[in-house]
């Protein structure tokens, strides 16, 4: 049996040079890339089992191996290019890897589609007029945005002058890779994003890198939403975070479709002595 197939996850930029990143983030973008991978790998092949696993952390630039195996049923109704645990694990990341091609390519614009062959390539002209050759069947997984918040999670770490590029390879002969940079971090947010201005929410602040301002929130029934604290007086908040009880924040809060916090950008805290609530 063909050996599985090694995935590496790596973040480039000043703040993970050291080989250290923010462990919140870092599940946060595995859950992320375990998301894509596993529901890619169940429309390819539903009858078989995946499994993810990491194997190591390599310092310089943040670094971490995946290990991706993909056991197929002797019964799968899949591709009969998909032989080997290897090849199955290659074909389900090379459809993830394209639909990633495919945002970057179109940036969140409208596009123009015409499919050539035996329906077997699609021509995806982007608002540049810039053309994109695709198999049929990658083109399909990003048109149904089955992946689109999975891909947000990997990326959202990315930001300017701090963590600019994120990449996925796979090792061995013809390697299979995406490169993502902070400039377009922006292609991956998922459209029914909703980004509401200066609400209230009260919560707890859970968690806080002093270096980067973020962490975590928890409101309402034990949900937690990541945060990044914007405001003028850094040195206060650190100060309200080590303050017990629930604080009320004002924050640039993102939503998705059913008004469940998704991010917050945090402008001002209030510490509180009251009852945990979300309010709109």
């Not at 008004?259 to 002595?273: A, F, N, S, Y």
């Amino acid at each position: 049996m063909a050996e599985p197939l090694r995935i590496s996850l790596r973040y480039r930029g000043p703040e993970v040079d050291s080989g250290e990143m923010d462990i919140n983030e870092v599940v946060e973008a595995l859950q992320g890339f375990s998301g894509a991978y596993g529901k890619v790998a169940s429309e390819v092949a539903p009858d078989s089992t995946h499994q993810l696993r990491v194997a190591a952390i390599r310092e310089s630039s943040f670094d971490v191996f995946i290990i991706a195996a993909i056991y197929l049923s002797q019964h799968a109704d899949v591709l009969k290019t998909i032989e080997t645990v290897t090849d199955a694990a290659k074909y389900v990341f090379g459809m993830v890897t394209a639909v990633i091609g495919l945002k970057k390519h179109t940036k969140g614009q409208p596009y123009n589609v015409n499919v050539k062959g035996n329906n077997n390539t699609v021509v995806v002209l982007n608002s540049d007029n810039v053309e994109l050759h695709v198999p049929l069947e990658s083109f399909e997984l990003f048109k149904s945005g089955l992946i689109d918040r999975d891909l947000n999670k990997i990326v959202a770490p990315l930001r300017p002058n701090s963590i600019e590029v994120a990449e996925l390879r796979s090792e061995g002969e013809k390697p299979i890779e995406a490169t993502i940079t902070s400039a377009e971090r922006e292609y991956f947010r998922p459209s029914s994003v909703v980004t509401m201005n200066e609400n209230e929410i009260v919560g707890t602040l859970i968690s806080l890198n002093k270096k980067t301002n973020r962490g975590t929130f928890e409101f309402g029934n034990d949900a937690s939403v990541r945060y990044h604290y914007t405001g003028e007086d850094k040195d206060q908040f650190h100060k309200d975070f080590s303050r017990k009880g629930p604080v009320r924040v004002t924050a640039v809060v993102e939503f998705d479709e059913n008004l469940t916090p998704l991010h917050l950008e945090i402008k001002r805290v209030e510490p509180l002595q009251s009852e945990l609530k979300l309010t709109q």
